[in-house]
């Protein structure tokens, strides 16, 4: 961001600016372009593996697309990271793109990262949580 679209939470305009941004960079990721055929097969299958570049989106908008088609209803989506690093700064990104809501602190300590919002029900986590 330039110096003059410095980030305000405060600010309506600024998260206005920042929620149009991040809506713009999910639309440009290269999964976005794959969104339909992707739920239509976690629909029809029980097991999907998705191979993508790194960078492309994986991780960050399928949890998101699951839950936005409803394909999640009372169910946890786990997004694993090698690292717990990672799957930190995973769940804020995901935090960030979904509106803020924020990772539970509670659970940081079981190397399990989920998003307190119940409605969401994602977990970030490292692979040595399963």
Same mark, same amino acid.
């Given at each position: 961001?330039?110096?003059?679209?410095?980030?305000?939470?405060?600010?309506?305009?600024?998260?206005?600016?920042?929620?149009?941004?991040?809506?713009?960079?999910?639309?440009?990721?290269?999964?976005?372009?794959?969104?339909?055929?992707?739920?239509?097969?976690?629909?029809?299958?029980?097991?999907?593996?998705?191979?993508?570049?790194?960078?492309?989106?994986?991780?960050?908008?399928?949890?998101?697309?699951?839950?936005?088609?409803?394909?999640? #209803?009372? @169910?946890?989506?786990?997004?694993?990271? =090698?690292? $717990?690093? %990672?799957?930190?700064?995973?769940? /804020?990104?995901?935090?960030?793109?979904?509106?803020?809501?924020?990772?539970?602190?509670?659970?940081?300590? #079981?190397? @399990?990262?989920?998003?307190?919002?119940? =409605?969401? $029900?994602? %977990?970030?986590?490292?692979?040595? /949580?399963?």
């Amino acid at each position: 961001m330039a110096v003059d679209d410095h980030y305000d939470p405060y600010d309506p305009e600024s998260r206005l600016r920042r929620k149009r941004k991040l809506e713009d960079e999910r639309k440009s990721l290269p999964i976005a372009l794959s969104r339909e055929r992707l739920m239509q097969e976690l629909e029809a299958r029980e097991t999907v593996i998705i191979v993508g570049e790194t960078g492309s989106g994986k991780t960050t908008q399928i949890p998101q697309y699951v839950h936005e088609v409803g394909l999640a #209803a009372g @169910c946890m989506v786990a997004c694993t990271q =090698p690292r $717990r690093v %990672a799957a930190v700064s995973v769940a /804020r990104r995901v935090a960030e793109e979904t509106g803020g809501r924020r990772m539970d602190p509670r659970t940081r300590s #079981a190397r @399990c990262l989920r998003l307190s919002s119940e =409605p969401s $029900r994602a %977990a970030p986590s490292a692979d040595s /949580r399963l």
